[in-house]
């Protein structure tokens, strides 16, 4: 089991930054592939970013350029850096731990962070 605790949301301008951070209790954390969504109002769930076992990383093509995903193993935490933002960011951010074995595939999300960009 893996709980996932993101911190890091508000309020901020157009333009601005945010550091989105993932706190992660349990084993296994180097072995899991660690995502972030958002999902705003009325829409669906979105990939905004992962980063996989060996730093590989993955940006949705609205984020590239201006978001960085990264990983601390040694902290069990996961890191997302959101600089240039826009309104159309608004979302709540949440956070994915997944990995598979042999016999199964777990998949744990956090609870979800407020990120509101407003001038």
């Known amino acids: 089991q893996v709980q996932l605790v993101e911190s890091g949301g508000g309020l901020v301008q157009p333009g601005g930054s945010l550091r989105l951070s993932c706190a992660a209790s349990?084993?296994?954390?180097?072995?899991?592939?660690m995502g972030w969504y958002r999902q705003a109002p009325g829409k669906e769930r979105e990939l905004v970013a992962s980063?996989?076992?060996?730093?590989?990383?993955n940006y949705a093509d609205s984020v590239k350029g201006r978001f960085t995903v990264s990983r601390d193993n040694a902290k069990n935490t996961v890191y997302l850096q959101m600089n240039s933002l826009k309104p159309e960011d608004t979302a709540v951010y949440y956070c994915?731990?997944?990995?598979?074995?042999?016999?199964?595939?777990?998949?744990?999300w956090g609870q979800g962070t407020q990120v509101t960009v407003s001038s």
């Open positions: 994915n731990a997944k990995r598979r074995d042999l016999v199964q595939i777990y998949d744990y």
């Open positions: 349990g084993r296994f954390f180097s072995l899991y592939t």
């Open positions: 980063i996989t076992i060996g730093a590989s990383t």
